[in-house]
């Protein structure tokens, strides 16, 4: 049974940072991409980043561009999201997503979320 749980999230003030981790399990390392996504109140869920299975590709939203950085850790079956410089518009449930297609908008598997609360 694949589980995918994320954890990290909280508030934090305009110009800080967090790092929210997913742990997948259930699943081999190899042979699954990842993915973060999220979605703020009354606007459609929306992708932030995505990471290949070995970490040598990742593909980031325009406006999280130079400022999250995703990463995995293939031995711990974890995925991270590094979010420095948050801004207000960050504040979303972060959802983590599981997908066999690299950077699929239809994931897989989809964790519970997490939610970060931006403040400015």
């Known amino acids: 049974q694949v589980q995918v749980v994320e954890s990290g999230g909280g508030l934090v003030q305009a110009g800080g940072s967090l790092r929210l981790s997913c742990t997948a399990s259930g699943l081999t390392a190899r042979d699954y991409h990842m993915a973060w996504f999220r979605q703020a109140p009354g606007k459609a869920r929306e992708g932030v980043a995505c990471i290949s299975w070995s970490g040598g590709s990742t593909t980031y939203a325009n406006s999280v561009k130079g400022r999250f950085t995703i990463s995995r850790d293939n031995a711990k079956n974890t995925l991270y999201l590094q979010m420095n410089s948050l801004r207000p518009e960050d504040t979303a449930m972060y959802y983590c997503?599981?997908?066999?297609?690299?950077?699929?908008?239809?994931?897989?598997?989809w964790g519970q979320g997490t939610q970060v609360t931006v403040s400015s």
């Open positions: 997503a599981v997908q066999y297609d690299y950077c699929s908008r239809s994931p897989n598997y």
